[in-house]
């Protein structure tokens, strides 16, 4: 597979579930992120990973654990979810983390329901 | 702290060029400017960055005067798939650290 790949596509869970979102990125990148797009909203970043290292938390709440064990994988463990967490969940690279306009590859997104 | 302002909306007709601007003020000096496309429930694509002046590729154009304080991205002859939300982005610099914030997009509509 080429690009950014995320796993599963669609995930229904309840609040007192646990799941995992997956994010592979096969374009040898150094920087993956983490994005939530609620409906008609723009999206937010949530957390920012540079050569595995978590480089921004932008003031997520504790039930989003984010884990990056190589360069190419990101995971977002979800736990006691909210319904007001049913989103759009986006992964994305970057060949680095620069501050100078990293041009961002998107996965096509986890469109995640919790009930 | 860079913000982006955007028109919400546009409509244009098929074979039209299409400018959508974006207000960026705060721009820091070495930020780059790029803009994205998102289909709905797909992520965001990449189509075009730049810097300064004017950059061209094979699907848009993007104007960024001297002050940088804004740019126009340029759709010749648009069709009805490029219907989509278009982005702006650049990048927020806060107390030492750096992220992107996208805005609210403009959500061009594209009729027959």
């Known amino acids: 597979e080429t690009g950014v790949t995320q796993t599963p596509r669609h995930l229904v869970m309840g609040m007192t579930n646990k799941k995992s979102l997956k994010c592979e990125q096969h374009l040898g990148h150094n920087a993956m992120y983490w994005y939530k797009q609620s409906a008609k909203k723009p999206l937010e970043l949530m957390f920012v990973y540079s050569l595995e290292e978590r480089v921004e938390n932008n003031s997520v709440p504790s039930r989003f654990s984010p884990e990056c064990p190589n360069s190419s994988h990101l995971f977002l463990h979800l736990h006691t979810l909210q319904p007001e967490d049913s989103a759009l969940y986006l992964c994305?690279?970057?060949?680095?983390?620069?501050?100078?306009?990293?041009?961002?590859?998107f996965g096509p997104g986890t469109r995640l329901t919790v009930l | 702290l860079a913000k982006t302002t955007q028109p919400i909306s546009m409509d244009s007709y098929e074979g039209q060029e299409v400018n959508i601007t974006c207000s960026h003020n705060?721009?820091?000096?070495?930020?780059?400017i790029t803009w994205y496309q998102q289909f709905p429930s797909q992520g965001p694509r990449f189509i075009i960055q730049g810097y300064k002046t004017k950059v061209t590729n094979e699907v848009a154009s993007l104007f960024i005067p001297a002050d940088r304080k804004s740019s126009t991205l340029s759709l010749p002859r648009v069709s009805l798939s490029d219907t989509a939300v278009y982005y702006c982005?650049?990048?927020?610099?806060?107390?030492?650290?750096?992220?992107?914030?996208f805005g609210t997009g403009t959500r061009l509509k594209v009729l027959a």
């Open positions: 705060n721009i820091a000096t070495n930020d780059y």
């Open positions: 982005l650049v990048g927020d610099r806060r107390a030492g650290t750096y992220k992107y914030i």
């Open positions: 994305a690279s970057s060949q680095d983390y620069s501050g100078r306009g990293d041009t961002q590859y």
